[in-house]
């Protein structure tokens, strides 16, 4: 493998369009990429669709397509066009090397020299300029090696400044003589600092993340990562790769991300638009199954119940249980003659209703049409020749329309749970054998509830009542879903998103070691079963790519008490120093500040003022300072306060992010301490920006996460901010590792049993 950057001593090309230098040449390949992609935009643009279209409406949806189009191809100076190219030993067929519909090179056409980016441009002519990284052609430089070059002659990768390109490597993969080693350039790309929100890894895709990405559509696959491995990323791509093979399918039927919260999924909203994929939705599982406006929260043990699969047996009864049995037959008058269904014959149709189980809905609607047919052929049986429009009659009967509403009659989703939660004899007569008492008396609202409108309904409540709709009419279902940190979810929310994806796939994504609720999922093949896809493929990504392997072996010591039996990620990333385990001592408090101060005395302000101003340049930042360390509690904040807000200072001294993980309780404190350094922070979800890089997260949001560098503030109150020691064990196993260059730990408390070891 042989690395290149440019030689300031190059003479500029003679002929600029093929300059004798291969860095120089790459560039103008980049430049006219640009200048072909700017084309194709541009010939979309100038589209006169007055003529194609026969009405307002096709002409408004291929103007939306059109709109999308244009979209997909803009340039976006900041994302390089290519990030590869492959020299093939023999040339790759057209078939090979074409791009989405439309964008198809000449068919006698055949390429031995291809560069790899993340959409496909071709020239005037038709001749691919990029190859789209998803095209059959592009696959080796992701699997190809020195012991299978799956007939590759040489796989050039590039290093981009600001969209520029500045080097390149490359290795001679068919070269016997050329031994195999590790990119630098690979490496650089992904220990990259982390500004803004998520980013593609369409550039570093791993041969074990590849096959992943490119499994076919037809069917389900469940990615279990640990920390780092890019399993969320793996996912997204996914998606991707699946529009790009099935876009007409895929176009019809629709796809569907869905988070754990808003300011996760705002934080992967970029990925998919940067690979020119701009209809894919985004959701959480709560916004799923907002049907009512969610105001309360259930206790532990009320929500475990309640996303219980058992709820589902509970709320079928409770349906059907709305099924009368006939108590009079029903007569229709037509004309001068009347017909008689008889009380027996009903009984019959609603048994076989029943018995055929079909959703509440759908059964109410075939009722009246089966009381009309039974009309229909005592109409025959008297000589009349009724037909279909007579029967449609019939079923519109006012006689019929009264017994089906006595027999069948409509159900309202919340109302019926609403009745469930706070009608304890009706749960009793639904929940007899499936739930005991003392879980019925657990889920019994307290306060009697007037209306659905005045519930205070919780999360799991809004889930119950999607299941019951579901129960009545059918749900939609989407070609795709992927669903990211699968393992925090219920039982009944699984079966929620399943049904978005009956009659199509899933990626399921997650790590059980990070299952942080207290209903969390306790192995993939229930998970799997409740979500309808108990013939998915589980898949196991077990190298790390993010976390240095210095912090991930610490964090992992955690895995035996949180997840027995699981396999520890093992890190390809060595970064000497990146973990560091800091007590902070404890003195006696010194006098309570005033209500309102700042904290910290004015000259400590001030050079905590100066430290940020000078942070907002480029290079290192030293603070020198001499003389005895001050009496506890002289500055007005804690001990560990004022350690935190010093490794955030020290943090921000690194190029890139830095995340301040703390309890959800600490939160405040750490707000007015930072308030009171002048350090400005942001929100979770809020994008960090060059002037803005810290983010102070509470652990409870910190789940799918990453920052360059975290600071995380006392493990114990983590650990004790959760229901149960595992919960709280296994939210600090995620705290612990979001960052990506450095890790540091503060603690006044005692650690972890098994944390404390290092110390």
Same mark, same amino acid.
């Given at each position: ?85 492959? *020299? ?62 799956? *007939? ?39 220990? #990259? ?46 998606? !991707? ?41 985004? !959701? ?50 037509? @004309?001068?003659? #009347? ?23 759908? !059964? ?139 009659? @199509? ?33 589980? +898949? ?123 309890? *959800? ?21 809020? +994008? ?72």
């Amino acid at each position: 493998m042989s690395a290149h950057a440019p030689d300031p001593a190059t003479p500029p090309a003679d002929d600029p369009l093929d300059p004798p230098d291969p860095l120089a040449r790459e560039r103008a390949h980049l430049a006219a990429s640009r200048s072909a992609l700017r084309a194709m935009r541009e010939d979309v643009q100038a589209l006169d669709i007055r003529d194609v279209t026969a009405n307002w409406v096709n002409a408004a949806v291929l103007e939306a397509q059109i709109e999308d189009r244009i979209k997909a191809l803009a340039d976006l100076s900041h994302t390089p066009l290519f990030f590869g190219r492959l *020299d093939y030993l023999h040339p790759v067929g057209a078939d090979a090397a074409e791009g989405a519909e439309g964008e198809r090179p000449p068919p006698e056409a055949a390429y031995r020299t291809l560069h790899i980016g993340r959409r496909h441009v071709h020239d005037a002519d038709g001749d691919p300029m990029v190859i789209d990284w998803r095209a059959p052609a592009s696959q080796p430089f992701y699997r190809a090696s020195k012991k299978d070059p799956l *007939d590759v002659g040489l796989r050039r990768r590039f290093g981009y400044t600001a969209g520029d390109i500045t080097a390149y490597e490359d290795e001679h993969l068919s070269d016997p003589a050329e031994t195999a080693r590790s990119s630098k350039l690979l490496q650089a790309e992904i220990e #990259r600092p982390r500004v803004g929100p998520m980013r593609d890894i369409v550039a570093t895709i791993q041969p074990e993340q590849d096959e992943i990405v490119r499994s076919g559509l037809g069917g389900t696959v469940c990615v279990q990562g640990g920390p780092g491995t890019g399993k969320t990323a793996v996912g997204l791509h996914r998606v !991707a790769y699946l529009l790009y093979a099935h876009r007409e399918r895929l176009a019809r039927t629709g796809t569907l991300v869905i988070g754990p919260n808003a300011s996760f999924l705002h934080y992967i909203e970029q990925v998919l638009p940067a690979l020119g994929e701009l209809e894919v939705k985004q !959701a959480t599982v709560d916004g799923l199954v907002a049907s009512v406006d969610v105001r309360g929260t259930d206790p532990a043990p009320a929500a475990v119940i309640k996303g219980d699969a058992r709820m589902a047996e509970v709320l079928r009864r409770a349906v059907r249980s709305h099924v009368t049995p006939p108590a009079e037959p029903v007569v229709v008058v037509r @004309g001068s003659r #009347r017909w008689r269904v008889p009380v027996y014959e009903l009984e019959e149709m609603v048994e076989q209703l029943l018995a055929r189980d079909m959703r509440y809905g759908a !059964a109410r609607e075939a009722l009246p049409q089966r009381i009309a047919h039974a009309v229909l052929v005592r109409m025959e049986e008297a000589g009349e020749a009724p037909d279909d429009r007579v029967q449609d009659a019939v079923a519109r009967n006012p006689a019929v329309k009264a017994a089906v509403k006595a027999i069948w009659p409509p159900v309202d989703p919340a109302k019926l749970v609403l009745r469930l939660l706070s009608d304890a004899e009706f749960l009793a007569a639904q929940a007899e054998g499936v739930l005991t008492p003392d879980e019925q008396k657990t889920i019994l609202w307290t306060k009697p509830v007037r209306s659905v409108k005045s519930a205070k309904w919780s999360a799991a409540d809004a889930v119950l009542i999607d299941e019951a709709g579901d129960l009545i009419a059918r749900t939609h279902s989407l070609g795709h879903v992927v669903l990211d940190e699968a393992q925090d979810l219920s039982p009944m929310q699984y079966r929620a998103v399943g049904r978005r994806c009956s009659t @199509g796939s899933a990626t399921v994504l997650g790590d059980l070691a990070q299952g942080t609720t207290p209903w969390a999922t306790a192995s993939w093949t229930d998970a799997l079963r409740h979500l309808g896809k108990t013939d998915a493929v589980v +898949e196991e990504l077990t190298a790390g790519f993010r976390v240095p392997r210095e912090v991930i072996a610490y964090a992992s010591r955690l895995l035996p008490s949180i997840a027995p039996g699981l396999a520890e990620v093992a890190s390809v990333r060595e970064s000497p120093g990146s973990l560091s385990v800091r007590p902070v001592p404890t003195g006696p408090a010194g006098p309570a500040e005033p209500a309102g101060s700042t904290g910290l005395s004015e000259l400590d302000a001030a050079v905590v003022a100066a430290c940020v101003e000078s942070l907002a340049h480029e290079g290192s930042t030293g603070l020198i300072a001499a003389g005895p360390a001050e009496p506890a509690g002289s500055t007005g904040l804690s001990e560990l306060d004022a350690a935190v807000v010093a490794a955030c200072v020290e943090s921000l001294a690194h190029e890139g992010s830095t995340g301040l993980i703390a309890a *959800d309780a600490r939160i405040p404190a750490l707000r007015e301490a930072l308030t009171a350094a002048g350090l400005p922070y942001l929100s979770p979800g809020e +994008e960090t920006t060059a002037e803005a890089r810290l983010t102070l997260v509470p652990a409870s949001l910190a789940k799918g996460l990453e920052y360059d560098y975290v600071v995380l503030d006392e493990p114990a109150a983590v650990v004790d901010g959760e229901p149960d020691e595992r919960t709280g064990l296994r939210r600090l196993y995620v705290a612990l590792t979001r960052a990506v260059s450095g890790l540091i730990v503060l603690h006044a408390a005692e650690l972890p049993e098994a944390l404390s070891l290092s110390e």
